[in-house]
């Protein structure tokens, strides 16, 4: 059975950085793209990064890009971001999802990030 | 950047059909995907590639895709099926991943 489990969750300051895990089992892990997607407090979902399967290829969403790195360790089944200059409006639980073709086939019950002062 | 537009709530009767739209350019040329998800959990994959549907989950739950609009059908609404809705396809111009608003469905 696939489980993906986040941690690193937390209540940082703005412009503190935080790091995030996924750690995952049940499946070859090196074998699929990975990623992550936020869902803001009573807000929709917004997929934030994605990374190949040999970390050949990262994407991020234009509200990160500078500020988060995604990566992978496929001897420790493990996905991580690493979150740097946190702002207010990152504040929101972040999903770390398999990903199968197109879509997300995989989620695990995320883990909370608030940034406030 | 590619757009993907839901409305924000559709209600309907137990035992109706329940249409959830997702609009979005040309959208017809794209794989669709929509998740499920209830207050306080993950969502979860309830089609995928615009007709497919994971192990588990339902027939009563469908998808078609055309044109300019993607739409989740789901026949003989249950109580249960209360929930929000999301759509998903890739961006292949911009490699980004893109979720619809999302739709609220209540069941009257």
């Known amino acids: 059975e696939v489980h993906l489990v986040e941690s690193g969750g937390g209540l940082v300051k703005p412009g503190e950085p935080l790091r995030l895990s996924c750690a995952a089992s049940?499946?070859?892990?090196?074998?699929?793209?990975m990623n992550w997607v936020r869902q803001a407090p009573g807000k929709g979902l917004e997929w934030v990064s994605s990374?190949?399967?040999?970390?050949?290829?990262?994407f991020y969403s234009d509200s990160v890009k500078g500020r988060f790195t995604i990566s992978r360790d496929n001897a420790k089944n493990s996905l991580y971001l690493q979150m740097n200059s946190l702002r207010v409006e990152d504040t929101a639980v972040y999903y770390c999802?398999?990903?199968?073709?197109?879509?997300?086939?995989?989620w695990g019950q995320g883990t909370l990030v608030t940034v406030s002062s | 950047s590619y757009v993907l537009t839901q409305p924000p709530s559709v209600s309907v009767a137990p035992g109706q059909t329940a249409r959830i739209t997702c609009g979005g350019n040309?959208?017809?040329?794209?794989?669709v995907h929509w998740y499920q998800q209830k207050p306080g959990q993950a969502p979860v994959l309830f089609v995928y590639?615009?007709?497919d549907r994971p192990s588990g989950i339902p027939e009563r739950f469908s998808g078609s895709n055309s044109g300019n609009t993607a739409t989740l059908t789901i026949s003989r609404v249950e109580a249960g099926d209360e929930a929000d809705y999301y759509c998903?396809?890739?961006?292949?111009?911009?490699?980004?991943?893109?979720f619809g608003g999302g739709t609220k469905l209540t069941v009257l």
């Open positions: 999802a398999r990903v199968s073709g197109e879509f997300r086939d995989y």
């Open positions: 049940g499946f070859t892990f090196s074998r699929y793209t």
């Open positions: 990374i190949t399967s040999s970390s050949s290829s990262k």
């Open positions: 040309n959208i017809g040329s794209k794989s």
């Open positions: 590639d615009d007709n």
């Open positions: 998903q396809v890739w961006d292949s111009n911009s490699d980004h991943v893109v």
